[in-house]
């Protein structure tokens, strides 16, 4: 990347393919794309062609990507299983306010995971930070708002687990602290420094160049950012917190971006056509 990026901010390849297959493939019609494609675009993102190649076999063995060939080419398509994965999270990646907590009211969730499924501890953890929830202690996390645990637990890998699990949703009695809740369930303050980053590295206008490059670094630091911040109430938080200034810079660079970055995407596909 060059010096004018907004930052040489590392992103781990499969971070940077999610950002690039929910933005610009996802419900958009393309055919079977080729590897030149995804190494040409992970190459511009400072990521070699072995550690590209290895991130596409990954995601292939993972169920995320399905691998055709075409003569000597391959090429590959989103599975249903990541199609899913992707629209789940396109309400909140494109919603004006992502980060305004959902009403009042909190979710508390209380589970344990057999000894015979600690392999999927990494996986449910995973979700349940997607889904808000910080932990208040072992085995008892807390989201703000009315979250549906059902949707923790989805897939068949996860059968049995909602069964071990226990879901309130309440609200906070008058003598809690909640700034103090917060703070021990969230690193409150790592949460800002994300969110000033994010800022940092987005307010200059990057200009009309790279458009590819830059709106698939632009939705990996957004997906980052959503996964740090939950949504935290304002009334609880420290003055001047940066949430709407993020989501609003988020759309600005998000819009101003995407039309041409389609069109680069475009040309080549159709340039990676012509060399079938």
């Known amino acids: 990347m060059t010096d004018q ?3 040489p901010r590392r992103r781990a390849p499969q971070q940077l393919l999610f950002s690039f297959l929910g933005s610009l493939v996802l419900d958009r019609g393309h055919p079977p794309i080729g590897s030149r494609v ?3 675009l992970l190459a511009d993102l400072d990521v070699a062609e072995a550690a590209g190649r290895a991130t596409l076999a ?4 993972k169920g995320l ?20 994965l992707l629209r789940e999270a396109a309400p909140r990646v494109r919603s004006a306010h992502p980060f305004a907590p959902p009403g009042d009211e909190w979710t508390l969730l209380s589970y344990s995971m057999p000894e015979s499924r600690r392999d999927l501890r990494h996986q449910i953890r995973a979700r349940l930070i997607w889904a808000g929830f910080g932990g208040l202690r072992d085995g008892l ?3 703000p708002g009315r979250v549906d645990i059902g949707t923790i637990f989805d897939g068949p890998e996860f059968a049995g687990l909602a069964e071990l699990a226990d879901a309130f949703h309440c609200v906070p009695a008058a003598s809690t602290d909640v700034p103090k809740l917060l703070h021990r369930a969230w690193d409150v303050p790592a949460i800002r420094a994300e969110h000033d ?21 632009l939705g990996a630091d957004w997906l980052q950012l959503l996964r740090t911040d939950p949504g935290l109430p304002a009334a609880h938080l420290p003055d001047g917190w940066p949430a709407a200034a993020s989501a609003a810079l988020y ?4 819009d101003a971006l995407e039309p041409a970055a389609f069109a ?12 079938r």
């Open 251 to 254: 759309r600005e660079r998000h």
């Open 197 to 217: 980053a994010f800022l940092a590295a987005w307010t200059p206008d990057p200009g009309p160049d790279r458009p590819l490059t830059r709106l698939t670094l």
């Open 38 to 40: 995804f190494l040409r």
């Open 65 to 84: 990507l399905h691998r055709v060939r075409e003569g000597r080419t391959a090429r590959f398509a989103l599975t249903p299983r990541a199609e899913e």
């Open 141 to 143: 996390w807390i989201a």
């Open 5 to 7: 990026d907004p930052r």
């Open 264 to 275: 680069q995407l475009r040309d080549l596909l159709r340039e990676d056509a012509g060399r």
């Open 58 to 61: 990954r995601m292939t063995r």
